[in-house]
């Protein structure tokens, strides 16, 4: 329970944060709304807004997007024992909310029942929150004037360190392997700055996946764990 | 970029997230769980936000820029190692950004 209301405000402090990067990337109210009602996964809106306001293409927005989208596939993959859905709209109802917290929270559980349980009540609250705190963020940050603008786009990478962060940090499986290619994209995507395209470079900078090298024999990790 | 362009990126964007999240409820999981993509899916991630953080910090357009954005950075970094809560992250990063905003004015 403590861990759901801890969950909600950072949910809500992230949403707001969307909320006014999208305002200072041209995205209008609706347009905003729209990202985090019908897109509803954080890190693929952050990445759509953060390549149009750099200034890159609509393409380039939307394959940053998809390409951070893939990790809720594997999501998918993992809830399906536990949600059984049976059907083709269970299915299609579960899909919009697979996403990193929902799917933490019922890997967490200790049981089936538990667990589905958790994936509605932390996929019905964070959807809420989160679709809420974007408005506030998007209306707040069009208020603001020069200042307030260099704060704000201050804090749009920060945010994105802040969800990088985790994978980084020792607990994380692989985490010196993560670090690896999280400063090879780093540099891949400096690199190219100044030669491709505005956004290209960020797509580029996933081909510093290589240095992450072949696959381990090992057990893979649960996503509770590697969200812990 | 016109009014269009952005619904367009809005929508495909959203429309092709569903489906990646649809795909993994209704394909077999032996298509995803193979060694090669679960390897490069669980990288992913890592190298994307690492570009995302150095181009919204360092860049402007096609040049590289050292400004406020790079400041707040390095205050968020650090707030972050010393396992500060992610608000307490984002403030002390706006902070920084609006410091130097102001001095460099």
Same mark, same amino acid.
Not at chain 2, 60 to 70: A, F, I, K
């Given at each position: 329970m403590r861990d759901g209301a801890g969950l909600g405000l950072a949910v809500g402090l992230y949403g707001a944060a969307f909320g006014a990067a999208a305002d200072a990337a041209g995205l209008n109210l609706w347009q905003t709304v729209s990202l985090s009602a019908l897109m509803f996964t954080g890190a693929s809106q952050f990445a759509l807004v953060g390549v149009l306001g750099a200034g890159g293409s609509a393409l380039a927005a939307v394959g940053s997007a998809l390409l951070l989208g893939t990790r809720n596939t594997v999501y998918g993959v993992r809830l399906v024992p536990l949600l059984q859905p049976r059907g083709a709209f269970r299915r299609i109802g579960l899909a919009h909310w697979t996403i990193d917290e929902t799917t933490a929270m019922s890997l967490a559980a200790p049981n089936r029942a538990l667990g589905k349980l958790a994936f509605l009540v932390t996929g019905a609250s964070i959807y809420l929150m989160w679709n809420a705190m974007t408005v506030v963020g998007s209306l707040g940050a069009a208020a603001l004037g020069g200042t307030a603008r260099a704060a704000l786009d201050a804090v749009v990478p920060a945010a994105f360190l802040a969800l990088l962060w985790p994978r980084l940090r020792s607990t994380f499986p692989e985490a010196a392997v993560q670090r690896r290619v999280a400063v090879g994209g780093a540099v891949v995507a400096l690199a190219l700055t100044p030669f491709v395209p505005a956004g290209v470079q960020v797509i580029a900078a996933v081909v510093a996946v290589a240095l992450a090298g072949r696959p381990r024999d090992v057990d893979r990790p649960t996503a509770a764990e590697e969200m812990a | 970029m016109s009014g269009t362009a952005l619904w367009a990126a809005v929508l495909a964007g959203s429309l092709g997230c569903y489906l990646l999240k649809l795909a993994g409820l209704s394909v077999p999981a032996a298509w995803v769980e193979q060694p090669w993509v679960a390897r490069v899916v669980d990288f992913v991630p890592a190298a994307l936000l690492a570009a995302l953080v150095a181009v919204q /910090?360092?860049?402007? @357009?096609? !040049? +590289? *820029? *050292? !400004? @406020?954005?790079? /400041? @707040? +950075? /390095?205050v968020a970094a650090l707030a972050l190692a010393l396992r500060a809560p992610f608000i307490v992250v984002l403030v002390l990063a706006g902070a920084a950004g609006a410091l130097v905003h102001v001095l460099a004015a």
């Open positions: - | /910090a360092a860049t402007s @357009g096609q !040049d +590289l *820029v *050292v !400004d @406020g954005r790079l /400041a @707040g +950075l /390095a």
